[in-house]
């Protein structure tokens, strides 16, 4: 009996979410579950993205799709330098919206 690949991938990702919770059950023994939440993933959101981009990019890379993995490596450098410091998205925000709305 052969597994398909959406069962290996399906358990692939249930393997990750069952480590997920095993990693991060020491956040969560205080009784402010959201509040322990919310600052484990604010400071551990750069890795969570760097790990998705390379996991992504590699997989791109064995497949033969080197043009695909330099959008996402490019897209995914973007997204960490977003994620880094928010505040950045913000002050680009505020600079595109005043260079639109600039009386002339």
Request: aromatic letters at 8%.
């Amino acid at each position: 009996m052969e597994i398909s690949k959406r069962g290996n991938t399906i358990r692939f990702i249930g393997m990750i979410l069952i480590a997920a919770i095993l990693l991060t059950n020491v956040v969560f023994a205080a009784t402010n579950y959201g509040e322990n939440a919310g600052t484990w993933l604010i400071q551990n959101i750069v890795w969570i993205a760097g790990i998705a981009v390379a996991i992504i990019a590699i997989k791109l890379f064995f497949s033969g799709n080197i043009i695909k993995m330099l959008i996402v490596l490019a897209v995914g450098g973007i997204v960490i330098f977003i994620v880094m410091d928010p505040m950045r998205l913000q002050t680009i925000g505020e600079t595109i919206w005043n260079e639109m709305t600039k009386a002339s």
